[in-house]
């Protein structure tokens, strides 16, 4: 991971939220994780407290206790079994769970994927270095087309020229490739396709540890993205027929509304721009003091800044969003065809990010990616 300090800020989220949120529960009452919006949910040490943990969809839990947030929302402190230990996990949002009495289900993994690298290095091959996780992360060489900062913990991902190309073909740009590679989709959301996606680990630190530090083990990533993403724009440009992040078929209603969160987007950044704001390139002074009033395209060699020198740059803009929507950061740049984009589910902050279920994969010595798995995953792209 980087070792130094930069401080990031994340975008504001307005939510009005009116009374008590009173579910009711047992003891002891079994229930299966089950986030709409992401294929695991955050764990936190009190309710709305700090991350600590995800818990992948699926997994059975047993709710202790319920808690309230500052706001009155409910959380569920949970515990469940972990390969034969029984773990006090810690508080999840409540409405979150499903306690429906399905909690003997077993989530469905597709089309043998997530492939499983034991070493940064051995993703090369498909055009891409996530060079943050895997024993070797600090050896391994990155290419020269580096992706975004955005964060002490977010993906540290940079691709090839050929990669490069091969997207540019559909109406990419290296800005909007790599926000797009960062934002966590597994599934195309207008065809409802498995993406083939990937996770990097470093086995033995799992083994030892038994459960995932940070930089132990990624989340899950796609190796290729649809081409609905092609301007930075998802929730504008994609009709979500289905949920990106978990396959669900969507209803009309719902893909309506992620059409009205790309507008209501487009529309803030659209004023952002023509305010002015961003409109020259950022000094080192201005970087290091985090000025709020220029835009980043690449960090330069600034003070302080010497690991993330090419990366490109994000830019902090306060956009009021539905609480189900999650635009992890924004770029502002010429680039991008409207001078902006956006990624999705992209999570810069420091800490464990990978799902429970990601770690029992890598343990378990499935989804290898082999020389063939590697070849078919080239083989599909170059037919699409």
């Given at each position: ?161 050929a990669m490069l190309r091969h997207y540019q073909g559909k109406g990419f740009s ?182 429970a279920g990601s770690e029992q994969l890598a343990l378990s010595g499935k ?18």
């Amino acid at each position: 991971m980087r070792a130094f300090a930069y401080v990031f800020c994340v975008l504001a989220v307005l939510v009005a939220v009116s009374g008590f949120d009173h579910p009711a529960w047992a003891a002891g009452e079994e229930c299966l994780i089950a986030d709409p919006n992401d294929t695991s949910l955050n764990v936190r040490d009190a309710p709305n407290g700090n991350k600590i943990n995800r818990l992948r969809n699926g997994r059975k839990v047993v709710v202790q206790e319920i808690g309230y947030d500052a706001r009155g929302r409910a959380w569920a402190n949970v515990s469940g079994d972990y390969k034969g230990t029984w773990r006090d996990w810690g508080w999840v949002f409540h409405r979150y769970l499903d306690c429906s009495g399905a909690a003997d289900a077993v989530p469905v993994q597709g089309a043998g994927f997530p492939l499983v690298f034991t070493r940064a290095a051995d993703v090369r091959p498909l055009g891409l270095v996530l060079a943050n996780y895997g024993p070797d992360y600090q050896t391994v060489k990155k290419f020269a087309n580096r992706c975004h900062y955005y964060g002490d913990g977010g993906n540290d991902i940079s691709v090839s020229d050929a990669m490069l190309r091969h997207y540019q073909g559909k109406g990419f740009s290296l800005n909007s490739l790599c926000m797009a590679l960062v934002s966590g989709v597994l599934f195309d959301p207008e065809t409802g396709a498995r993406l083939p996606s990937y996770i990097v680990v470093d086995e033995k630190s799992l083994r030892e540890m038994g459960f995932a530090e940070a930089g132990v083990i990624s989340e899950e990533l796609p190796l290729d993205v649809p081409r609905c993403f092609s301007r930075g724009l998802p929730y504008s440009d994609c009709t979500f027929n289905f949920h990106p992040q978990t396959g669900a078929k969507l209803g009309q209603e719902t893909s309506d509304w992620y059409r009205s969160v790309g507008e209501t987007v487009v529309a803030s950044l659209r004023r952002e721009l023509g305010s002015g704001r961003f409109a020259s390139e950022c000094t080192c002074a201005q970087v290091e003091a985090n000025a709020d009033h220029c835009r980043v395209e690449k960090h330069g060699a600034c003070r302080d800044h010497q690991l993330i020198v090419g990366d490109l740059g994000v830019e902090y803009v306060a956009v009021s969003l539905p609480d189900q929507a999650w635009v992890g950061f924004y770029d502002i740049s010429p680039a991008l065809p409207l001078g902006f984009g956006y990624a999705l589910y992209a999570d810069g902050a420091a800490g464990p990010s990978s799902a429970a279920g990601s770690e029992q994969l890598a343990l378990s010595g499935k989804n290898r990616a082999t020389k063939i798995r590697i070849q078919e995953v080239l083989n599909a792209r170059a037919q699409n």
